[in-house]
């Protein structure tokens, strides 16, 4: 049986401290649109480089918290802990689930097989969201895996499918081939390096935009114009930094291991920066400020020994 999506209906669900979230500062949760028929809250809770071993336990704290939205990817391998979470807090079906194909499971054949081992690591019958992760140009399989995405969709075991670190010429080709844009497109998007190009594109083509690394490892914090507007609107730099891609209307995915932070980074919607001080956030992008890699160029195959040997999964 398929699960329905009650986000808003049923925050409180049984089996979980209900003291702890009611104290909780997270009222309600705006979506942003990915299809007719399917919505994605607009902050979701990232688990890379969260251990497969502490993955259980920091996704239950944070469903407690009140996050209703968990990013992973088969190349965090901890999908398994996502699923176990789901499981033990009873809320499967209360949950928008991402999860990423590998890129070296990118192929028609290849991406069906892959789907299928995790929907069976996460214990789900269907994903929401399934994302290509990487354009991965190298191979030029992105066009092929793309397809068997779609098809999944038509087939209705994922809910709608996007894209990741896909920049305008990748789009521009699944487009042109294909005749279906992705519903999103998660990208490194945070002040001092926003991608305003792909932006554009994305914009343009209906694409919804998901910021991954939105605090930029917190390396924006310390910028003058973040640390005025925490001091003005009496909240944290990481406040003013996710309240900034809030307004911008981005989709973000913060992660902390501190319940504090988990708590704090959904807790951005009880003050609202000024014109200016949006402008002068996002005037501090410079396209030498990326934080992770280059869609252009990045050809890790992400297996579970090339991930580990760049130190992407701790202990
Ligand atoms: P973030 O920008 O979310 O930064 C995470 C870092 O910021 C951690 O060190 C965390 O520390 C710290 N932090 C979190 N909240 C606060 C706060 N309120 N105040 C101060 N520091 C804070 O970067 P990530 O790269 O982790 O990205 C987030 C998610 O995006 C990932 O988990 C993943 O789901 C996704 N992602 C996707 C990629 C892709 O290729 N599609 C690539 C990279 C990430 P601590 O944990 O100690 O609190």
Request: a negative charge.
């Amino acid at each position: 049986m398929m699960r329905t999506f009650e986000y808003r209906e049923d925050r409180f669900p049984k089996g979980v401290n209900m003291e702890h979230i009611e104290t909780a500062t997270t009222p309600d949760i705006p979506s942003i649109p990915l299809t007719d028929s399917v919505s994605i809250p607009q902050i979701g809770f990232g688990v890379f480089q969260i251990s497969a071993s502490t993955t259980q336990q920091a996704v239950e704290q944070a469903l407690e918290i009140g996050y209703r939205h968990i990013d992973t990817a088969a190349a965090y391998y901890n999908e398994r802990g996502v699923g176990d979470a789901l499981r033990a807090t009873g809320m499967a079906d209360k949950v928008f689930v991402t999860s990423k194909l590998r890129n070296c499971d990118q192929g028609y054949d290849a991406a069906r097989v892959a789907f299928d081992t995790t929907l069976a690591n996460l214990g789900l019958d269907h994903l929401d969201l399934y994302l290509i992760h990487w354009p991965f140009p190298a191979v030029n399989q992105y066009v092929e895996t793309w397809k068997a995405l779609l098809e999944l969709q038509q087939e209705g075991v994922i809910r709608a499918a996007g894209v990741s670190n896909f920049l305008p010429e990748h789009l521009r080709r699944l487009i042109d081939e294909t005749g279906k844009a992705p519903a999103i497109d998660q990208l490194e998007v945070h002040p001092s390096f926003s991608q305003p190009e792909t932006l554009r594109f994305c914009k343009d083509h209906g694409i919804a935009v998901e910021a991954y690394s939105p605090l930029g490892h917190g390396s924006d914090m310390q910028a003058e114009p973040i640390r005025q507007a925490a001091e003005a609107h009496r909240v944290t730099p990481a406040q003013v930094v996710l309240r900034w891609h809030v307004q911008s209307g981005r989709v973000i995915i913060p992660k902390s291991t501190h319940a504090e932070r988990m708590r704090q980074n959904l807790d951005v919607f009880g003050f609202e920066l000024t014109a200016e001080e949006m402008r002068g956030i996002s005037a501090l992008h410079d396209p030498a400020n990326r934080v992770g890699a280059d869609p252009a160029t990045f050809v890790q195959s992400q297996s579970w020994a090339n991930q580990k040997s760049r130190g992407n999964i701790p202990d």
